[in-house]
């Protein structure tokens, strides 16, 4: 009887990739190849999401400035942005 559920005996690989190919120079060469498109598309990825934080951050301050400029120093939402932004990982 199959259930599709695996083994719970057996043991999970930590290089599950490259335990399902074929041993052989020629396919460890494109899994490598795959492996490195997929790190430079994701490092893109980081530099471009990283430059938006970095704008939505600078326009945030100038908003903030922008309200202080008018003398809302005490509004809960200025509170926020300063919390929010010191609150970075």
Do not use: N, Q
């Not at 043991?11 to 120079?25: E, F, G, N």
């Not at 490195?36 to 908003?63: F, M, P, W």
């Not at 003398?71 to 970075?88: I, M, N, P, Q, V």
């Amino acid at each position: 009887m199959s259930d599709h559920i695996p083994d719970p005996t057996k043991m999970i690989s930590a290089t599950p990739i490259s335990d399902s190919t074929a041993h052989t120079v020629g396919d460890l060469g494109m899994l490598c190849r795959r492996l490195e498109r997929k790190l430079a598309a994701t490092r893109h990825y980081l530099a471009v999401v990283s430059d938006r934080v970095k704008r939505l951050e600078e326009a945030g301050d100038a908003l903030y400035e922008g309200w202080i400029g008018y003398g809302f120093t005490k509004d809960k939402h200025l509170a926020a942005w300063l919390e929010a932004k010191e609150a970075k990982p």
